[in-house]
C-alpha cells in the first residue's frame, strides 16, 4: 500500500515541510493542510505549503489515507479529538512528536480503533513558523517510527516509504526506547542551552551588555539551540519527564566529577574527558548528520 491523499494538521517549520516535500518528491500524492491559526493558515496558502489549505481540520482529514500531526506533544490530544469523527475509514494517523510513549497514548485515547503509528523525524531549525519550511529538511536525517505492538506491517512498511520518498532514513523503535535516547541527544542538549542562555542573561545587566557584546562561538551555539519554539520544548519536557530527568540526574554527577577535577587541578581527567567528547564529534560527522564546516552547513538550510 501507499499514500495518495495526505492531511497535515498544523502548518509552522515540520509540518510546512512535509507539505512541501511531498509535492517535490511525491508529486502524485495531493496534500491538504490545516491549521488552528488563520495567519498560519494564509501564510500556508501563499507559499502553497499544501495544495490545499482548509478552513477547518474536519475538512482537511475527510478524505485522507494518512493524517500527519504536527503540533506540539502537549496539543496531540486535542488535535486527535478535532478529527476523531471525520476520519475515513483505513486511514493511517501519525504525527512528528519528539516524545512518543506520550504521543502514542493520547492518540490512543483520543481515536478508538484508528491506526495510530507515531512517527518522529529528527530534523529541525531553530526557526518556526509556517515561513520556515523547506521541501530538502528530512533529506539524509533519521525518522524514527515506534509502532504500537498490533500495527499493521503493511501500514509500517508503507510509513516508512512515505518518509524515505521525503529523503529520510528509517528506524523502527520502541517508544519508551526513543524517549531515553532523545533525551539525551536532543532534550537534555536544549534544556542545557536554554539554562546558559538565561544565566547569561542574568548577568547582562551586571555587565552591561558584555557577554551580549564578547558572546564567542560556544555561547553563540547554545543561543542558536536556546531559539527554539518555546511551545513545542516546553511541551517536550512535560510530556518525556521522566526519560529527562533521569538524563539530567546522569549529567548532573559528570558535571559534578568535572568539577572536582577543575577544583584538584587533575588535568589528565580533563584531557581524557575532552578528548573522548571530541571523538563522538567526529562520528557524528561521519555519520553524516553534520558538517564539519565551522558554520556547521546551515547557511544553506541543512538544519
Given at each position: ?13 515540520l ?9 517535490e ?9 490545516f ?6 493558515r494564509a ?6 505549503l499544501v ?22 506533544v502537549?496539543a ?15 486511514v ?13 497514548d ?72 526513543h ?5 539525551v ?18 548577568l ?10 564578547y ?5 553563540r ?5 536556546a ?6 520544548w ?22 559534578t566529577?568535572?568539577?572536582r577535577?577543575?577544583?584538584v587541578?587533575d ?8 578528548e ?10 561521519e555519520?553524516?548528520?553534520d558538517?564539519?564546516?565551522?558554520d ?8
Open positions: 500500500m501507499s499514500f495518495e491523499r495526505i492531511a497535515i494538521i498544523g502548518l509552522g517549520l509540518g510546512g515541510s512535509v507539505g512541501l516535500a511531498v509535492q518528491f511525491l508529486p502524485g500524492a495531493h496534500t491538504t493542510g491549521d488552528a491559526d488563520p495567519a498560519t501564510r500556508a496558502a501563499a507559499r502553497g495544495a490545499q489549505v482548509c478552513e477547518s481540520a474536519a475538512d482537511a482529514v475527510r478524505n485522507a489515507d494518512l493524517v500527519v500531526l504536527c503540533v506540539p502537549g496531540m490530544e486535542s488535535a486527535a479529538q478535532e478529527i476523531a469523527t471525520h476520519l475515513p475509514a483505513g493511517v494517523v501519525s504525527d512528528v512528536g519528539s516524545s512518543k510513549q506520550s504521543v502514542a493520547a492518540l490512543i485515547k483520543a481515536l478508538p480503533g484508528v491506526a495510530i503509528i507515531p512517527a518522529h523525524p529528527v530534523a529541525g531549525t531553530e526557526r518556526s513558523g509556517p515561513d520556515a519550511g523547506f521541501a530538502s529538511l528530512f533529506r539524509q536525517r533519521w525518522c524514527i517510527i515506534t509502532p504500537p505492538d498490533r500495527a499493521d506491517p503493511a501500514q509500517v512498511a508503507a510509513l516508512s516509504a512515505f518518509w524515505e520518498a521525503l529523503g529520510a532514513k528509517v528506524e523502527i523503535m520502541d517508544a519508551r526506547h524517549d531515553m535516547v532523545l533525551a541527544t536532543s532534550h537534555l542538549p536544549h534544556l542545557i542551552a536554554y539554562t546558559i542562555v538565561g544565566t547569561a542573561s542574568d547582562e545587566g551586571v555587565t552591561e551588555g558584555e557577554v551580549i557584546k558572546s564567542a562561538g560556544g555561547f551555539d547554545f543561543t542558536r539551540i531559539a527554539s519554539d518555546p511551545t513545542m516546553r511541551d517536550v519536557f512535560i510530556a518525556n519527564k521522566d526519560a529527562v530527568l533521569n538524563m539530567l540526574q546522569r549529567f548532573t554527577e559528570d558535571l566529577a568535572l568539577q577535577a577543575i577544583r587541578g588535568g589528565d581527567q580533563l584531557f581524557e574527558h575532552f573522548r567528547t571530541r571523538a563522538i564529534r567526529r562520528s557524528i560527522i555519520e553524516g548528520q558538517d564539519a564546516r565551522p556547521f552547513g546551515r547557511g544553506d538550510h541543512s538544519g
